[in-house]
C-alpha cells in the first residue's frame, strides 16, 4: 500500500509499505478515505514525533473505538471529529464560556489547555497567572466523550467544520502538502488528503479517534 513515511526533519515521503496485518481478535483494518494534515503533524514533519498518512491502517480493540457515520454525511463533514474538532469543544466548555462572556483572560479567568501534549512550555510567566488569579484546565482532548454530541451537530447542521479546509490533495501529494502546511503558503488552513479508490471498493464510513 501507499503510505506516507518519515525520513527525518522535514523528509517525509509517499512510498509503499507493507499492508497492516490483523493482531488480535478485535482489530479491524480500515481503508482511509480521507486523512487531514493536523497541526500536531508538524511535530513529526520537523523532527519531534512520529507518525503519517497511509491508505491502510491497523485499528486496535476496534469493538470499542470507531464510530458509525451516517451515509448522508460526507469525509468532508466528519473528518475532524477525531482531530481538531473536540478539541476546540473541549476548550470552550473548560472556560465555561457562554452567551455574553468576553473572550479575554481576565482577573479570576479560566484558561484552557486541551490537546496533545508536545513538549515544554518556555517563557510562560507564572507570576502574571499568579497575580490575576487564573485557573487552569487542561489535559489530553476527551474526543470518545464529545465525538456522538458533535456527530448530532453536524447532521443537524449546526456544525461546518469543513468550512475550515482550504486545500484538498490526493495522498500521492501529501508531501506539497505538508510544506504548504507548514510554510503556510497558498492561505493555507487545512489540507485534507484522499487515497485513491479501488475499482468497485464499498465502505461502511466510521471515524476512528
Do not use: W
Not at 4 to 10: D, P, Q, R, V
Not at 66 to 73: G, Q, V
Not at 112 to 137: E, H, M, N, Q, T
Amino acid at each position: 500500500m501507499r503510505a506516507l513515511t518519515y525520513h527525518g526533519s522535514k523528509d517525509v515521503r509517499i512510498e509503499n509499505v507493507p499492508d497492516p496485518q490483523l493482531q488480535h481478535p478485535q482489530d479491524l483494518i480500515l481503508r482511509v478515505t480521507a486523512t487531514a494534515i493536523c497541526g500536531s503533524d508538524l511535530h513529526l514533519y520537523r523532527g519531534k514525533v512520529p507518525g503519517g498518512e497511509t491508505e491502510y491502517a491497523r485499528v486496535p480493540m476496534a469493538n470499542t473505538g470507531p464510530l458509525k457515520i451516517p451515509d448522508a454525511l460526507s469525509d468532508a463533514q466528519v473528518l475532524f471529529l477525531s482531530d481538531i474538532l473536540p478539541t476546540g469543544y473541549q476548550a470552550v466548555l473548560n472556560t465555561e464560556f457562554g452567551s455574553g462572556s468576553i473572550a479575554a483572560t481576565r482577573r479570576g479567568g479560566i484558561v484552557s489547555v486541551p490537546g496533545v501534549y508536545a513538549g515544554f512550555i518556555r517563557g510562560f510567566l507564572i507570576g502574571d497567572a499568579f497575580d490575576k488569579g487564573l485557573s487552569f484546565r487542561m489535559g489530553q482532548t476527551h474526543v470518545q466523550q464529545h465525538m456522538p454530541q458533535l456527530l448530532e451537530h453536524i447532521g443537524n447542521g449546526r456544525l461546518k467544520p469543513e468550512a475550515i479546509i482550504s486545500h484538498q490533495l490526493p495522498l500521492e501529494d501529501a508531501v506539497r502538502g505538508y510544506r504548504m502546511f507548514d510554510k503556510k503558503q497558498d492561505d493555507c488552513r487545512k489540507v485534507v488528503l484522499t487515497p485513491a479508490t479501488p475499482a468497485g471498493a464499498r465502505l461502511a464510513t466510521a471515524v476512528v479517534p
